[in-house]
């Protein structure tokens, strides 16, 4: 009889190593963070056997069997790899056939393993109720600012922090998704509830100020909510310094064609004629005054507009990145102070 763990114990087991059978396309659209995908059967063939066991159950086990056997000795040479000092933790999506075969056969090496109960299933109803419930134990600062101001390049270079673009693969624009790969709602929320537990023990936390949507991703309700009460600090940068980062963010990745398409589709708010001045220029890969054109005619107008009526705890002018986190970090000693 394998042993079972339940999704809450085993996330706090220390060092534990996660085991996932699902297919490709399973594991691509959600998973444990820091799980390895070793599925037993390929998109295609967990496919054939779906098809096969709504005709004939008994058939479709047999072909799920005929498979599995065929890829045994693959399976078990690459858990041969894996640390014997680690707790494994194999799950698939509820608990089933699959993650109760796989575990079997690592016990069967002399391994410490553990069979997840419900699965991925109920690793994602843990993860959904801890988000609906979540209240912070630490203070957020939040930074804000025009758009290439380096809100985002101070989140990267400060600690602790909370990059939720990086989360989300995406940069919450128009252009947010260019040289990214933006990720499902569901990863999404799987990568933020390990980030939220890791920083649990902090007393001030920052991170990017947000609108609710980033790209097709929705921020939990609860911690937007936290985030729209808690202190605001205002980033301001140079346009020559915002431009540059600009151009580095989003012109730097071979993706022209899909440039020209956005810029095409925000002609009601440049013109025509604008339009087609910026596409003349993404040709001659002339990129700063396409990003200066932008933020002075688009971006900085929607954000002015959406952030009106914001009151700043505070203003750093970001002309060094350095700097300016010291700036943050003596401002975060402060908000540390007041509790």
């Not at 569901?186 to 933020?192: A, I, Q, T, V």
């Not at 980033?214 to 985030?227: A, C, K, Q, R, S």
């Not at 140079?238 to 899909?258: A, L, M, N, S």
């Not at 002309?319 to 509790?339: G, P, T």
Request: charge should be positive; include cysteine; glycine fraction near 6%.
């Amino acid at each position: 009889m394998v042993k079972t763990i339940s999704a809450e114990k085993a996330l706090n087991l220390k060092d534990a190593f996660f085991i996932d059978t699902r297919t490709p396309k399973e594991f691509s659209k959600d998973n444990i963070p820091g799980s390895i995908n070793y599925p037993i059967f390929s998109d295609e063939e967990r496919r054939i056997i779906g098809t096969l066991y709504k005709q004939n159950q008994d058939k479709a086990f047999e072909e799920g069997l005929k498979i599995y056997e065929s890829k045994v000795a693959n399976f078990i040479e690459e858990y041969k790899k894996l640390n014997p000092k680690n707790p494994i933790i194999v799950y698939c999506w509820r608990g089933g056939l699959r993650s109760e075969t796989i575990t079997k056969l690592i016990d069967g090496l002399g391994y410490d393993v553990y069979q997840l109960i419900g699965g991925h299933k109920a690793y994602r109803a843990l993860v959904r109720e801890g988000l609906q419930t979540y209240k912070p134990p630490f203070k957020l600062i939040v930074l804000q600012g025009l758009a290439g101001c380096g809100k985002t390049d101070l989140i990267k270079a400060i600690t602790p922090s909370i990059d939720l673009e990086d989360l989300a693969g995406h940069r919450s624009s128009l252009f947010g998704a260019i040289g990214l790969n933006p990720c499902t709602q569901k990863m999404f929320e799987s990568k933020l509830w390990e980030v939220l537990q890791k920083l649990k023990n902090e007393k001030v936390v920052f991170i990017e100020g947000e609108a609710k949507k980033i790209g097709d991703i929705y921020i939990p309700n609860n911690l937007f909510e936290v985030m729209k009460k808690s202190s605001i600090v205002e980033i301001q940068t140079p346009i020559k310094q915002r431009v540059k980062r600009i151009v580095r963010d989003y012109f730097t990745h071979d993706e022209d064609k899909q440039i020209k398409e956005i810029i095409l589709k925000l002609k009601i708010q440049l013109s025509n004629k604008a339009v087609e001045r910026l596409h003349q220029l993404v040709d001659k890969k002339d990129y700063e005054p396409v990003a200066e054109h932008l933020l002075v005619n688009y971006y900085d107008d929607l954000y002015n507009h959406a952030n009106k009526n914001i009151k700043y705890a505070y203003t750093i002018k970001n002309n060094s990145i350095v700097k300016a986190v010291e700036e943050l970090q003596k401002f975060a000693k402060q908000k540390d102070n007041l509790r």
